[in-house]
């Protein structure tokens, strides 16, 4: 049982660490006089990240790459199946955001050419650079069309605080935030890893399998969360856009940075099924923002049902 208390500790570690650590960053900024939408192309959405690239890393530094890989992927289907599917079963999400279509191809572009990386059998660091290149183009595009849209800049330091919550402005307060969502993340990443591979190694799976289902879940509950009160709060559109580009992070960012700094050798049953669920899920929305749909109630319980089949797949395969 110990294993699975230091799991749930450490995931909670980790939430701890990347809220304290975006709030004080995003205090940060704002003192900078940096403009809100940036904030949240930049700060938000690399903070939000940052505890799924420390595990990760941390994962494959120990030499358990499959939990890295894991990790990522699982993050990304929990995403679309389960976020979304679970805040359009509270109110139907409406896919015409300005800008979703765009994004939700750039997904699938990138979707693919990490699907490529994987089916080589290891992920080198020539392929996380080329993610990170391929991350920092989608950011570039995000700046320029951000600053075609003034309009959308008024609104973004409403929806930036209504997301983040109450951000520090004191330069002592800022640095305890920050200092503490550093302290905190290495740490909570460690947890998770050793528990994890402990955990996998009791009941004979890979490790890639915990990473693409209870890692995956316990970082994606911040996503999780805010989609639900989105939902609730009539927003849903604003936070299916922020989905799209979580899973950009989380290919782009997490396995850029992992690759990047350490070689990592991908398991077969990636190769063989849950890559295919990643481009799968990326396709869905893809196709969704296309035809401006809406997702209501059955085919949110259809999202939802698919990912507890998908859930329940990891393990008997």
């Known amino acids: 049982m110990i294993d ?9 570690i980790l939430a701890i660490g990347g809220d304290n650590l975006v709030r004080g960053a995003v205090g940060l900024a704002e003192n900078f006089r940096v403009p809100a939408f940036i ?19 941390n994962a494959a530094l120990d030499g358990v790459g499959g939990l890295a890989i ?42 693919i050419v990490f699907m490529a990386m994987l089916a080589k059998g290891r992920l080198e660091r020539l392929d996380g650079l080329l993610l990170l290149l391929a991350l920092g183009l989608f950011l570039l595009l995000q700046l320029r069309a951000a600053t075609r849209h003034r309009r959308a800049q008024a609104a973004a330091a409403g929806i930036l605080h209504e997301e ?23 740490v909570g990443a460690e947890l998770v890893v050793r528990s994890a591979s402990a955990i996998a190694a009791r009941w004979g799976i890979g490790a890639e399998v915990i990473g693409l289902t209870v890692v995956a879940i316990g970082t994606s509950l911040p996503e999780l969360a805010a989609g639900t009160l989105a939902a609730i709060r009539g ?11 979580a ?8 396995m850029g940075v992992t690759a990047g700094l350490v070689p990592i050798p991908v398991p077969g049953r990636i190769v063989g099924l849950d890559m295919w669920v990643m481009l799968a899920a990326a396709l869905l929305v893809a196709a969704l923002a296309h035809l401006k749909a809406v997702i209501g109630r059955p085919l949110a319980l259809a999202m939802l049902a698919a990912y507890v089949l998908y859930a329940g797949l990891s393990y008997a395969i």
């Not at 199946?81 to 997904?107: F, K, Q, W």
Request: with cysteine.
């Open 39 to 57: 904030i949240g192309l930049t700060v938000v959405s690399i903070g939000t990240t940052l505890p799924e690239v420390f595990v990760s890393v």
């Open 235 to 245: 927003r849903h559109a604003v936070a299916l856009g922020n989905v799209v580009g």
């Open 70 to 111: 894991g990790n990522a992927i699982g993050s990304c289907v929990a995403n679309v199946l389960l976020v979304v599917g679970l805040m359009s079963a509270i109110r139907p999400t409406h896919c015409g955001e300005r800008g979703l279509d765009r994004n939700a191809l750039i997904l699938t572009g990138i979707t």
């Open 4 to 12: 699975y208390l230091l799991l749930i500790i450490g995931l909670a």
């Open 164 to 186: 983040v919550g109450k951000v520090p402005h004191r330069p002592a307060a800022i640095a305890v935030m920050i200092g503490a969502g550093l302290a905190f993340l290495p």
């Open 247 to 254: 899973n950009i992070f989380n290919v782009g960012l997490i």
